[in-house]
């Protein structure tokens, strides 16, 4: 068999809006029951946390603690990526078929259909997928050099581009040169807020 077929590629499963989560349940479900274990490996709905703002006055709503009885400000959970649901597998005849067939799925994103295939997300997509949900894999550092340049996509210099001086694995920071009022300036970010450009 091909080695390349072997590899763990990250593909998109489609379904309508709305039924992501049940699309991630019903595949981690026939996972188990067609013993799948070794070919499907990680399910995820791109979502994030953002501030529940109030519409009227424009301020973050707020919500009682529980445990603490303070108040605190409200979050709600924003899916990135609307009627997409991602599984990292070996894509193997049984693997695709197991997908294809899963209740909601409409299709898989990258299949032309008459047999075919699909494509696999591309690792520089499946990265700031992974990265705006929070998700940083140690494997990732290896894409990154001093000199690279970088786009901070999310956090306090959100939108801002620079070149890496520094990376350091051990505490996740990197260190950007970035140009602020017509100024080189050293930025310390974390690197799961960074992708290059």
């Known amino acids: 068999m091909d080695e390349k077929k072997n590899d763990k590629q990250w593909y998109v499963a489609t379904t309508y809006a709305g039924n992501e989560n049940k699309v991630k349940e019903n595949i981690l479900n026939r996972v188990q029951s067609m013993d799948l274990q070794d070919y499907v490996f990680r399910v995820i709905v791109a ?30 959970i924003k899916n990135i990526t609307p009627g997409y649901v991602y599984v990292e597998m070996i894509m193997t005849d049984e693997s695709w078929f197991m997908i294809r067939n899963t209740p909601l799925v409409t299709g898989i994103a990258g299949s032309s259909g008459g047999g075919q295939k699909p494509t696999p997300v591309t690792g520089r997509e499946m990265e700031t997928v992974l990265k ?41 920071l990197v260190t950007i040169d970035a140009i602020f009022f017509g100024r080189h300036t050293p930025v310390d970010v974390d690197f799961g807020e960074i992708i290059r450009v």
């Open 47 to 76: 979502e994030e946390s953002e501030p529940d703002m109030d519409k009227k006055t424009g301020l973050q709503k707020m919500v009682k603690n529980k445990e603490t009885g303070e108040k605190e400000p409200k979050f709600k």
């Open 132 to 172: 705006k949900m929070g998700v940083v894999d140690s494997s990732m550092y290896d894409q990154y050099h001093v000199g690279d340049l970088v786009k901070i996509i999310h956090g306090t210099f959100n939108g801002i581009d620079g070149k890496i001086t520094s990376i350091n694995k051990e505490n996740g």
